[in-house]
Antibody, heavy 119, light 110 residues
Framework: QLQLQESGPGLVKPSETLSLTCTVS??????????WGWIRQPPGKGLEWIGS???????YYNPSLKSRVTISVDTSKNQFSLKLSSVTAADTAVYYC???????????WGQGTLVTVSS | EIVMTQSPATLSVSPGERATLSCRAS??????LAWYQQKPGQAPRLLIY???TRATGIPARFSGSGSGTEFTLTISSLQSEDFAVYYC????????????FGGGTKVEIK
């Protein structure tokens, strides 16, 4: 049974880069059955897909964030990572990682981690 | 981008009653639609994919229907644990089009 866990700083300064890692357990990140994705949720608001990666390294980003997002995968550690550059207060959110079925629904999700952008 | 619109924003229902939630797509997404449930302080949980297929372990009181641009999630007899926020998500024509979520419907106790 797949489990995912986000990790990274909970506080990032404006204009800096947000960096998070998702550790996958209970299965291999190199599985051909899944993509791996990041989704975020500002406090009290809805869900926004950030981007997805395949174990081969192919990446797919939300056009609204594409210029600031980098997602990478480390198969040796069974992890994938998110970098979001030039952050502002609008990037304050709970960030979730998730397994993305090959047809593109999200299941399961990590528990989420709150990242606050503030000086 | 395909815009997903959910209605109503809030639905007040008594335990044991039926709840009907709507999700509309700005263009056809065929049956490429999923529903999620989110409780306070928790991550979303997949309920339905392919517009009408229940995910593993999801009770039969949850059902999904629709295709094209109009979709419905029905909870046949609300249990106390069903009061939550529900989101729809389309995954049509990915990766040519971004994955997008609706704004959510909060199901609250009447």
């Amino acid at each position: 049974q797949l489990q995912l866990q986000e990790s990274g700083p909970g506080l990032v300064k404006p204009s800096e880069t947000l960096s998070l890692t998702c550790t996958v357990s209970g299965g291999s990140i190199s599985s051909s059955s899944y993509y791996w994705g990041w989704i975020r949720q500002p406090p009290g608001k809805g869900l926004e897909w950030i981007g997805s990666i395949y174990y081969s390294g192919s990446t797919y980003y939300n056009p609204s964030l594409k210029s600031r997002v980098t997602i990478s995968v480390d198969t040796s550690k069974n992890q994938f990572s998110l970098k979001l550059s030039s952050v502002t207060a609008a990037d304050t959110a709970v960030y979730y990682c998730a397994s993305v079925n090959i047809e593109n629904w999200f299941d399961p999700w990590g528990q989420g981690t709150l990242v606050t952008v503030s000086s | 981008e395909i815009v997903m619109t959910q209605s109503p924003a809030t639905l007040s229902v008594s335990p044991g009653e039926r709840a009907t939630l709507s999700c509309r797509a700005s263009q056809s997404v065929s049956s490429n639609l999923a529903w999620y449930q989110q409780k306070p302080g928790q991550a979303p949980r997949l309920l339905i994919y392919g517009a009408s297929t229940r995910a593993t372990g999801i009770p039969a009181r949850f059902s999904g229907s629709g295709s094209g641009t109009e979709f419905t999630l029905t909870i046949s007899s609300l249990q106390s644990e069903d009061f939550a926020v529900y989101y729809c998500q389309q995954y049509n024509n990915w990766p040519r089009k971004a994955l997008t979520f609706g704004g959510g419907t909060k199901v609250e106790i009447k």
